[in-house]
Each structure stands twice: as C-alpha cells, then as structure tokens.
C-alpha cells in the first residue's frame, strides 16, 4: 500500500479480510526515513495487532502478508515479510528452486533467518540491486530467476513510494485510487479502498507508484492491462451469528434460489444456460474436476448427467487428473468446479485440458477469479463470499449450477419432454424451501452432536448421490472436529470397513426412502446387529422403516429425488457444526487449513 498518509492501521484492516486465507502468522513492514521496519507474530492477526498497538509502524509505503505455511513452521522467523537490510518481500505460492538459490546465495554471504522458501526472493533482489541499482531492473531479473509459484511484492528501502509486483501463477491485482495505490491478493482485501482494479496476468512484473501502475509481460513488453470495476462480495460479517460457518449455513435458502434464478427463463418453466462459448453441452462425454467439496459436488453432478442427460461422466480430484495423463473426452467438455477460482490445483488441471483441446466451463463463486478468467465458459454460483473454511453455501449453489446444467444438457440430448424439463424446474424451484425446512428439521440435532463429540471416529454411508454427499459430510465432520470420519457407499461396507463396526463406532446414514432405501436398510441392520450406534438421515417414510436399527432419526420433509441431494446436505452440514462447537473447536478457522489453497 503506498499512500501520503501512515498505511500500517489499513494493512492490518486488509489483512484481517484476507485472514480466511490462512492465519498461522502474520505481519506489516513498512519504510519509516528510508528504514524497513517489520512488525509480526505467530497466530491470528489479532495477536498481530496487538503487537502493533504496543508498537506502532509509522510510514506511507507498506506491506502486509497472513501465512499457510508450506516450508517451514508458523513461527515469528517463518512469518512475512522476509527482509535483508534494503529490501522486503511478501510471498504467495512456492519457489520450486529455493534451496538451489538458497545455497548461491548464502555462499555470497547471505545470512537466512527463516525456513522458508520465500526468503530467497528478498536476497535475490537484494543480490540484483548491488548488480543495477534501478529497482525495477533488478527486481525483473530477480524474478526470472524464480522457478514455481508466485505473487510477490516487494519495497525497497531507498525507493519509498514503490512497490513491485510479480506474478506467476498465484494471483495479485492492483488498485489505484487519487494518489494512492494498492496491491492485493484477492479483490476482497482491496474493498472499500478503490474502485477499480486491475488483474496481472500470469508473467507480468509491475511497478506501483502512487495513482499510477506500469506492467511488462514476460517478454519484457509494455501492456495495458485493463482496469474493472471492482466487484464488491459484500459485507463480510457474521450478522449476529456465532460463527461465519453458521450464518453461510442459514444462507443457503436464499444463495440455492439466487443460483437457480439466474439460470430460469422469464416464463418460470425452461433451465436456460448463458453464452457457453463453444462448449458443446450436449456432447456424449465430460469430466468435472476440482479438489475436496467442490470434488464431492462435482461427484454429485456425475450421477445427474449420466442419469437424467445420459452423458457419459468421468470425474476426478484435480490434484489426480493433472498428472494420471488421461487422455481427453473426445469430442467432450470440461467442468472445473471451484468456490474461490483460485485453487492452484484445479487451475493447473483446468490448464492442462486446455492445452489438450478440451473445451472447458467453470463453476465458479467468486467473480473474476483466475478459473473464472480461464475458462472458455463460466456458470456462476451466487453464494456470495463464503468466509468460513469449511464449505457449506458454495457447495450447494454449485449443486444448484451442476442440476441446471444437467436440465439443459438433457434437453440439447432430447433426453427430456417438455413436461419432464418443467417437473425438474418446478422440482429446483421448491428445492430452497424445503432445505429451509431441513435446516431447522430435528430438535434432536444438538444431543446427536453431545454424542458425536464423545467418539473417535464416525463412518458416513450413502447410495447413489448420497454417497458423495456422505464423502463431504465426513470431509465436513473432519476438517472441523477433528474427529476421523470417513465415508463409504453403503452397499461397500461388507467388503471390509464393516470390521470396523463396534459398540464405539458411530455410523450416520444419509439415505430418503427411495428405490435404493431396501437395500441400504440391510446395511443398517448388518451395522445394528454388531452394535454399530446408526445416526439415520431420512424423511418419514425412511425414519418409520429403520426405527428398529437407527438409534437416532432426522427426519427431513419430503421432496423431489432430484434434488434432494441438496437438502440433505443441510443436516450433515449442522451436525459437524454443532459437534464442532460442542468440542470447542474454532470453526470458521480450524486449525492447519486455509480457505483458499493457492499451492500444488
Ligand atoms: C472443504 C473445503 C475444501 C475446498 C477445496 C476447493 O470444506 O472448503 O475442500 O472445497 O479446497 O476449494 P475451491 O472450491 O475454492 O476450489
């Protein structure tokens, strides 16, 4: 941030936006008369700030960084900004050739404070500058040096007033405002502070001044690089709840409506699909990729577009996909599912298909984002800026996104009678009530969560849809418990995992009374006659059929099999909620996870 006035109180107020990014440390450096200062401390930003009002930062060119750690533990060392004597750095992303830079360096007589692989950059340029003394030329070969990932800002001690810009990979944008100037990783830390922004691509290096930006590509080229408005997401706050996790649950009535409006005609009774650039939707094969909840949905989807629009599906983690060298679809599409569109992994599968002709469309929450920018084509979600870590209203609106995409596919298939499209609308039209109605469904749910928080370990079971939605319960139980849980289909059990069934194990069963309900009764009952204690997700017809074997019932209101899957994510969502603040457990920002994972 460069600005005429002392920047240290915005950076920290930055920061504290982007705090869902990552929080095991953080810290500010700013130039006060010529002189880098740093102030940072392991843990959240409040410990950051408290540390700052004891002592304060003066100066009007400054930079701020909350850490994930990658190399190296969450200590006072390892935190950001990294410095020698005449330069500061703040890094997104990984250096690949840190330690072979690490080794040149040090023999140059570099002395290494940290362990990460971040600090190189801060001696390279330092290294750079006693070469050619113009910061901007130095810091470009600095940066052609670095292998791997990156967003970078670097201040230098004799240049107040500038700062520079990298970026590879990890996103960063600017924005100007008057005579001030701001660079963030994420539109949500610019917020409030300009209304314009500007997003570097992959290989561009920039200089910021104050109201004023000059960008090169990676061949060393002037560009103009557009400016746009800069979304607002809204507010970020928890608007009276206890926890972000809580409110984004609650939202989900009206983020699913939001999502399907904007795919519905003006009639009410038609799905119509944006501008899909190319990409044939009613082509026989696809793949859906992307990483954890957004994994799940896209898993989801899979059952809906072979089932309803008879389109051959593979899915994949992208983490998989990118390097199993499978071949394409031919003659097939791509969906790329992301909350955030920044998911390094997702984005480097997305790449990779890409460069193999694969036509690809993102479904993407937040605007503008890289996978957004990527994309042949995109299907907004509409949740709107999801701050809790675990996913809850991003994963139902891509749900929402993934159905309508289905509905349109099925029809271009002539998979679908015009009377059986306006069942499906009218079936995602109701949907939102009816996951109202499941959110607030059992009274019971708080003393099923008392117990949950007792066990060392949970197995979430499903049929059809419902296992992936079992996968992303357990994810969700998990990640925010702390509490192993790990899912299965249910018609899997026998085949080993039912060695695990004791007195002890607790077994939640999400499964409605549809066709495959019998079968998914059996398991149960081979689960209750080892003791397994069953947690049963159903509606009432389920809950009066399994009332011998499930210990505890939830029963959810009737609704379309179509989207059900939906609905039923709402109680798995409330019970690794509850369980988690039963255990006392720090939800919105469980510990070692970050919001948005910008590394491979
Ligand atoms: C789990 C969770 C993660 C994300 C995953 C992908 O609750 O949030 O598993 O779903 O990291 O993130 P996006 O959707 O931003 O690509």
């Not at 409040?46 to 009007?60: F, I, N, T, V």
């Not at 992994?345 to 694969?358: E, F, R, S, V």
């Not at 007792?454 to 925010?480: D, H, M």
């Amino acid at each position: 941030m460069i600005s005429a006035e002392p920047v240290s109180a915005r950076l920290i107020e930055g920061l504290k936006r982007l705090e869902y990014r990552g929080y095991d440390s953080a810290g500010i450096a700013t130039l006060e008369a010529g002189r880098i200062q740093r102030r940072r401390a392991p843990g959240k930003i409040a410990a950051l700030e408290k540390l700052h009002k004891r002592k304060p930062l003066a100066g009007q060119t400054g930079i701020g960084h909350t850490r994930w750690a990658t190399h190296g533990g969450p200590t006072k060392a390892n935190a950001h900004p990294h410095a020698t004597k005449n330069v500061a750095i703040v890094h997104n992303g990984i250096i690949e050739n840190h330690r072979a830079l690490r080794e040149e360096l040090a023999a140059c007589g570099a002395h290494f404070e940290s362990e990460t692989d971040s600090e190189v950059i801060a001696h390279l340029i330092t290294a750079e500058l006693e070469a050619d003394p113009v910061p901007a030329r130095a810091f470009a070969a600095a940066i052609a040096r670095l292998e791997g990932a990156f967003a970078i800002v670097a201040m230098i001690a004799e240049a107040p007033g500038l700062l520079l810009v990298a970026r590879q990979g990890s996103p960063l944008a600017i924005a100007l405002k008057g005579d001030e100037a701001f660079v963030g990783s994420d539109a949500i830390a610019l917020e409030g502070l300009a209304d314009q922004i500007i997003y570097l691509e992959d290989g561009d290096v920039g200089l910021v001044e104050p109201g004023h930006a000059q960008i090169l590509d990676r061949d060393g080229a002037l560009v103009s690089r557009s400016e746009q408005p800069l979304f607002c997401q809204g507010s970020v706050s928890k608007a009276g709840h206890a926890h972000y996790m809580l409110k984004e649950i609650l939202e989900q009535p009206a983020t699913t409506e939001r999502t399907i409006a904007q795919y519905i005609d003006d009639k009410g009774n038609k799905i119509q699909m944006p501008d899909l650039d190319g990409v044939d939707i009613g082509a026989d094969r696809a793949i859906i990729i992307g990483c954890g909840t957004a994994h799940y949905a896209g898993r989801i989807g899979e059952y809906w577009l072979e089932g309803i629009a008879g389109i051959a599906v593979e899915t994949d983690i992208a983490s998989e996909f990118h390097y199993r060298k499978a071949p394409n679809p031919t003659g097939g599409f791509g969906i790329f599912v992301s909350q955030s569109g920044e998911t390094a992994d997702t984005l480097a599968a997305l790449k990779h298909a890409q460069g193999q002709g694969l036509k690809s469309l993102a479904i993407v929450n937040v605007p503008e984002s890289t996978i957004w920018r990527t994309a042949d084509a995109r299907l907004p979600t509409q949740a709107g800026p999801e701050i809790g870590v675990a996913s809850t209203k991003a994963f139902t609106a891509q749900l929402c996104a993934l159905a309508c995409l289905t509905v349109a596919a099925a029809r271009k298939r002539k998979r679908l009678s015009s009377q059986e499209e306006t069942r499906l609308v009218t079936a995602l039209k109701e949907m939102p009530a009816r996951l109202s109605e499941a959110i607030s469904a059992s009274s019971d749910l708080d003393a099923i969560a008392e117990d949950l928080a007792t066990t060392r370990s949970v197995l979430f079971l499903g049929r059809g849809p419902y296992y992936p939605l079992a996968l992303e319960a357990a994810l969700k139980f998990k990640e925010i418990t702390y509490i192993h849980a790990e899912a299965y289909a249910a018609g899997e059990l026998k085949h080993g995992p039912i060695a695990l069934i004791d007195k002890d194990m607790r077994i939640v069963v999400i499964a409605p009374h549809d066709q495959l309900f019998e079968k998914t009764l059996s398991n149960m009952q081979e689960v209750a006659a080892r003791g397994g204690r069953i947690i049963l997700i159903s509606d009432a017809a389920g809950c009066a059929a399994a009332k011998d074997v499930a210990h505890h019932s939830i029963a959810l209101p009737a609704c379309d099999p179509f989207t059900a899957p939906i609905v039923y994510a709402a109680p798995a969502q409330m019970l690794a909620y509850l369980t988690a603040c039963s255990l006392g457990v720090d939800v919105d920002q469980p510990r070692n996870l970050a919001k948005s994972v910008t590394v491979e």
